[in-house]
């Protein structure tokens, strides 16, 4: 975990609230990418940013927006959330996207999100 | 569609006794990787083994993998408390862009 941080770490919010998950990588890292965590199902990739530019969008619902100002920053903008969105939010880093994914990620600790 | 299967889902064993997990997939790939997470945290990577490897090491840990049967297994010996976790395998689905596909895990328990 160490390496990557996110902020904040637990968040609870409303369906018509708007709210950003903040990700921050200090580790060189090229590509970033944001995954969902929910109970009982495997970890969900949502984006990949690749030297800044989105490179995977997985059929994300448009309430959730991404943003990658840097190779260093990430950020998850939130908007009229679902109660089904709650999950763990991990955003992670790793040397750059290749096309035989052969670097291994860096996660940080996650956002715990909970919309009521 | 979800590439990595973990087998068992659940295991608990006492320390000191190994602890063998499996992962099954459905594409060809370039390289497996396995990580570790604890309860509600994020993930750490523990080892990548490429496909045209067959057995790798890394301290108590020795991962497998069997393209033919596309399936890998992870292997912790001479297990301790601290290795509770969840553990994931994750597959690149054969040039996905950096894209990882992770199964559901398998939840390990060590009882002291």
């Known amino acids: 975990e160490t390496g990557v941080t996110q902020t904040p770490r637990h968040l609870v919010m409303g369906m018509t609230n708007k709210k950003s998950l903040k990700c921050e990588q200090h580790?060189?890292?090229?590509?970033m990418y944001w995954y969902k965590q929910s109970a009982k199902k495997p970890l969900e990739l949502m984006f990949v940013y690749n030297f800044k530019e989105q490179t995977e969008n997985n059929s994300v619902p448009s309430r959730f927006s991404p943003e990658c100002p840097n190779s260093s920053h990430l950020f998850l903008h939130l908007h009229t959330l679902q109660p089904e969105d709650s999950a763990l939010y991990l955003c992670?880093?790793?040397?750059?996207?290749?096309?035989?994914?052969?670097?291994?990620?860096?996660f940080g600790p996650g956002t715990r999100l909970t919309v009521t | 569609s979800q590439q990595g299967e973990e087998d068992p889902q659940a295991l608990s064993i006492q320390e000191g006794e190994n602890a063998t997990m499996n992962c099954s997939y459905k594409t060809s790939i370039n390289n497996l990787q396995w990580y570790r997470q604890n309860s509600g945290r994020g993930l750490v990577h523990l080892i990548l083994i490429r496909s045209n490897e067959r057995e790798k090491h890394s301290g108590r840990l020795r991962v497998t993998l069997d393209t033919s049967k596309k399936s890998s297994s992870l292997l912790i010996t001479a297990s301790r408390a601290a290795d509770t976790a969840s553990y994931f395998c994750a597959t690149d689905g054969g040039n996905q862009g950096g894209k990882l596909i992770f199964g559901q895990g398998t939840e390990l328990s060590v009882k002291p």
């Open positions: 580790l060189g890292h090229n590509a």
């Open positions: 992670a880093s790793s040397r750059a996207a290749g096309a035989s994914g052969d670097y291994e990620q860096y």
